[in-house]
């Protein structure tokens, strides 16, 4: 062995022994919790949740009314940013709340050098704990994929779901039934003639298919059961469309779970309001809003659970990014004052992105009156519509009222626009000053940005934005959660709290 060579294994143990000494995880108080209810509104920022808490003031004429996530006892600040960005993504933002590593964009359960991590979750199974993943998005969506599955790349949801399988998380209910239907299915993007609800029955589960709505909701377990549910082809409804017919609330899947885990003793659900984010990218209010009431009705399972339970049960309210940079009384050009309007989105009785659709001028202004209360139009806001109308009219659903240059082009899946400049396309002038989320269309982007200025809401953004947010917790182990934590420190202060050990970069947290 050459000299260079030992002095190099030399060193290699050194940093062993340091990094051992370094990380070795602190003993701490493991508490005696069974039950873990872990939410995260996806987009849920301070102001997501004030507007919601402020909107059903008014609505109910109840200063007093608070929401579920409110009412808990404990009250911590998370940080947001990404391994890579200081706005971050929710694959990275959920990978770092679900096992304590910082990666980057678009990275589920894996580290930025695509190693596998542990999860809090994984370490709940290996215990023989229950383990849930409940969500209104695609039940392969990032934020829950984070806890269950180890992909370089959110969009490998078709993998995902193997994942899930392998490591038999024993209840998954949501969306996204096109990535578990096999490549003949109408609504499938699987490449693949894999039926996932056939291979989960197979594998002991109770699966729900759309339209089996009642069937899941009066599921009563016998013993340890298991259940995959999937009852959109994509995301779940908005709350605001939602037709109880043919989806469960948010509510109704956690409380269904909660019947099915509690059979373990003890159990771990991951409950995501997953379509906040997709209402703020939208900059629409009452979207938003809807979702953001439908999370927290959610909670409130949870908590009378805890109500039964005091002694050994956790529930932990995380938000993952804020959305939108949601402002409560900001809009270009209003005069100078300080209020906000909740009249102009209680009329609002649908989704900016799902529940109104252009199709002629016509038709179009029937329905902003019929759905959004909008009969009567200022000039300004006339003049702002017949933009929109035009530019829908001419290009389609995909124009860009934000930015001319993109006119014609197609998002490309989350990652970035790449579409030639098109100069010709709609004059500069014509730009509208608010943004545009990818998915939504001329018209319908004018819309929300009409019904926003109406309930004097400002809309900076329609992506993500890198501010700090709320998390509460409520119960045993709670009071751990305090102060300004970084988003990693939730997974290390759970798993310490639990007594799970994460992986030795990660450590454990201390417990005072
Ligand atoms: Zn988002």
């Known amino acids: ?51 919601t808490e402020y909107y059903l003031q008014d609505k109910y004429d109840d200063p007093g009314y608070e929401l579920n996530m409110h009412r808990l006892d404990e009250m911590a600040v998370t940080t947001t940013y990404g391994a890579d960005k200081v706005v971050p993504g929710s694959a990275q933002t959920a990978t770092a709340l679900a096992s ?19 999860t809090i979750m994984d370490r709940a199974r290996e215990n023989d704990w229950g383990t849930g993943l409940v969500t209104t ?27 899930y399988l392998e490591k038999e998380v024993d209840v998954i209910a949501g969306g996204g039934y096109r990535h578990l239907y096999p490549a003949d299915h109408p609504a499938s993007t699987r490449n693949d003639d894999r039926n996932f609800f056939e291979e989960f029955a ?11 709505v009642d069937e899941f909701r009066d599921f009563e377990p016998e013993g340890r059961e298991k259940i995959l549910a999937g009852f959109h082809p994509t995301h779940m409804s908005y709350e605001i469309d939602r037709d109880p017919a043919e989806e469960p609330s948010l509510a109704e899947m956690t409380e269904v779970s909660l019947n099915t885990l509690e059979e373990y003793g003890q159990f771990m659900m991951m409950i995501e ?19 953001t009431i439908a999370f927290d009705e959610a909670i409130g399972v949870a908590l009378d659970f805890y109500e039964e339970n005091p002694d050994n049960t956790l529930i932990i309210v995380a938000g ?37 659709e252009f199709e002629n001028a016509e038709q179009w202004y029937q329905d902003i009156a019929d759905k959004f209360g909008l009969d009567e139009l200022s000039s300004s806001e006339q003049a702002w519509m017949e933009h929109g109308v035009a530019i829908e009219e001419e290009y389609g659903h995909e124009a860009d009222i934000a930015r001319p240059g993109r006119i014609g082009g197609v998002y490309d899946g989350g990652q970035d626009y790449d579409v030639p400049y098109d100069e010709e396309a709609v004059d500069q002038e014509l730009a509208a000053h608010w943004p545009q989320a990818p998915w939504i269309s001329p018209a319908q982007s004018t ?23 709320q998390l509460t917790a409520h119960g045993a182990g709670a009071s751990h959660y305090e102060g300004r934590l970084d988003n990693t420190d939730v997974a290390r202060i759970t798993a310490a709290i639990l007594d799970f050990e994460l992986d030795p970069e990660v450590g454990a947290a201390e417990l005072d």
């Open 137 to 163: 998005t695609r039940v392969t969506h990032a934020t829950p994929a984070a806890f269950a599955s180890h992909v370089p790349d959110r969009g490998m949801e078709n993998e995902i779901i193997e994942h």
């Open 320 to 356: 993952d990014h804020e959305t939108g940079g949601l402002g409560l009384n900001s809009c270009e050009g209003m005069e100078y004052g300080y209020y906000l309007d909740f009249e102009p989105i209680i009329a609002q009785d649908a989704s900016i992105e799902e529940g109104i």
């Open 447 to 469: 819309l929300a940005h009409i019904v926003s200025r109406r309930a004097k809401i400002g809309w900076n953004t329609s992506s993500h934005t890198g501010s700090a947010i």
């Open 100 to 118: 304590g590593h910082n990666t980057n964009f678009g990275y589920v359960g894996v580290t930025t050098d695509h190693e596998p991590v542990t």
């Open 273 to 291: 309001g997953g379509r906040i984010d997709h209402a703020a990218h939208n900059n629409d209010p009452g979207g938003m809003i809807y979702d």
């Open 202 to 212: 197979e594998a002991g589960y109770n699966v729900f298919e759309a339209p089996q």
């Open 1 to 51: 062995m050459s000299m260079k060579k030992s002095l190099k294994l030399g060193l290699a143990a050194l940093v062993v022994v340091v990094a051992a000494l370094v990380f070795m995880p602190v003993q701490t108080e493991a508490q005696d919790v069974d039950h873990v209810f872990f939410f995260i509104g996806d987009g849920l920022g301070n102001a997501q949740a004030t507007l």
